[in-house]
């Protein structure tokens, strides 16, 4: 399985995230802010301050927030293929 190497957060809540296989993509944590797993990143202060775990890999916020890196790496991979057959989000 492909790690994450790299996660870098926009200020528009957008995560860019990159495996070690090249892949990558921005995801929007719009939507997901209402749930209740992502309030406390709610601010953008606190949603800049992610990181990769380094023992599982995943993606984590100082606030305790989290996202499985297989369950991002899916979000991209469908949005990839969304893009590939010329449909819009």
Sequence with gaps: ????TKVEPFDDFQLYIEYSDGFG???SFEKMLK???YKCINDLTEFKKVSIDKKSKDIVWECGATMCKNAARGMLELKQ???NLGLSL
């Design 1 to 4: 399985m492909n790690k994450i």
């Design 35 to 37: 749930h209740k797993d």
């Design 25 to 27: 993509g921005k995801i």
């Design 81 to 83: 293929e969304i893009k």
